[in-house]
């Protein structure tokens, strides 16, 4: 596999404009192929996603459910566009990325790494982080993206001091090696590409 892009911005967040960043929904998440020089005409084939854990760290009360009324925020003009409504939550952000993603590249195989164990989780909060992650599973699924499962399979918590670099959730080099076996492992099961 080649990277086309990275784009990748510390301190973003689906939703909310934090650190001098725009919600990922507005526009980064169809800026995944650099279409100059050698790569022009080259768009992805497999597209690897990791949103949410901001959201999930500074606004567990605006992350939403997957009961979303997907008619009012994606709407056809009937001409190949569409307008989108102002997400209210994280999910509803989330549709919209993957919408736009499917639009912009329509061949593309979608992966949606969902959010890992974090070393600071509580007894009161890992039920918020598991039903994130379930309601996002049911967003991805709505739009066929497949899901990566770094929570359930990835990392554990006996493994934060090996694989987790700054002590609460950023992976280390080997943090990161977990993260990509995961990913090799749901496309293997999903693409002839691997």
């Known amino acids: ?57 500074y606004y567990k009360d605006s992350l939403g459910t997957a009961d979303i009324d997907y008619d009012n925020l994606i709407t056809t003009n009937g001409d190949g566009t569409y307008t989108y409504a102002t997400p209210a939550t994280s999910l509803e952000a989330a549709a919209i990325v993957l919408h736009k993603i499917s639009v912009r590249y329509p061949d593309a195989e979608v992966y949606y790494l969902n959010l890992s164990k974090r070393v600071d989780i509580t007894e009161s909060t890992e039920g918020i982080l598991e039903q994130f992650n379930a309601d996002l599973a049911k967003v991805c699924e709505h739009f066929g993206a497949h899901i990566v499962d770094i929570y359930g399979s990835a990392i554990t918590v006996e493994d934060f001091d090996t694989y987790i670099g700054d002590g609460r959730v950023h992976p280390n080099k080997f943090g990161m090696d977990a993260y990509t076996e995961a990913f090799k492992r749901a496309v293997s099961e999903n693409t002839e590409y691997l």
């Open 1 to 57: 596999l080649r990277l086309l892009v990275n784009n990748a911005w510390s301190g973003s967040s689906l939703l909310h404009t934090r650190s001098g960043t725009v919600g990922a929904y507005v526009d980064r998440c169809v800026q995944l192929h650099d279409d100059t020089g050698e790569n022009v005409g080259e768009t992805p084939d497999i597209i690897a996603i990791q949103m949410g854990t901001n959201d999930y760290q």
